[in-house]
């Protein structure tokens, strides 16, 4: 199964902001990474790639079918998940964590009736959480917390493909790779084919060893993230690059007389 992007371009207001961007998602367990400044169109390809922005030209594909069409059909919507930055409210600020999961589960009769309380303590033991924390509002959680309630939601319904959003953008950088360890985990387990949206090359780096560079509504870049910092052909890359300050020292040869140092 295959989740696919042609061509795909957004016209806002008379601008592009997505402007023919390909990509293609194969099965899990694989990541890409899209990387650019804030505004260069990340989460409308997203959103495209969920069926929630039908693109003005282009197309999406989920296993060879036109998502347009798609967009009520059941198998489609289970089969790819997004997962926002904590800061955009992706839980119910009303609802109690469980009750969010297991209205998921009824929605998508993922369990027998009667069953979702036990489901739901199994999806946030996945994601590191326990039983307690079901009964909790959104609030009385901490960031990190709140991240992997959103994961476990997401997983509810066994997702072959996770769109990530900057879902570490609103974490310290502990909580961070905490979070990231989790995907890693989950992704392999899970089979998941992951989509991981992020400003932050440091970010990119621990999942997706290939990622495409957006600038503009445009892919500027595409490649092994490990080539593309070696010598980066756009000054958008370069700039993403020169924010994460390892990386830079990474790429640049050490002051004579000195032994280079390990990355990590
Ligand atoms: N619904 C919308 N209507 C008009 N402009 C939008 C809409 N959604 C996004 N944009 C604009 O499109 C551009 C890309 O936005 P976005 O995809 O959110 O970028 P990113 O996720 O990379 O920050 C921005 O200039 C944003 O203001
Ligand atoms: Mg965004």
Redesign the pocket.
Known sequence: MTLEARELTVI??GTA?VDGVSLTLPGGPFGLGLI?E???????VARCLLGLVAPTSGTVRFGGADVGGLRHSRPYRRAVQIVVQDTEGALDPRMRVGTAIAEVLRAHRMVPRGAEAERVTELLAEVGLTAEHAARFPHQLSGGQRQRAAIARALAVRPRFLVLDEPTSALDTTVQARILDLLRRLRAEHRLSCLLISHDLAVVEQLCPHVLV?HRGRVVEEGDLTEVLRDPRHPATRTLRDAVPRLTDAQSPPPPGQPRTPRR
């Open positions: 806002y207001d902001v650019g804030s505004g260069s169109g990340k989460t409308t957006l």
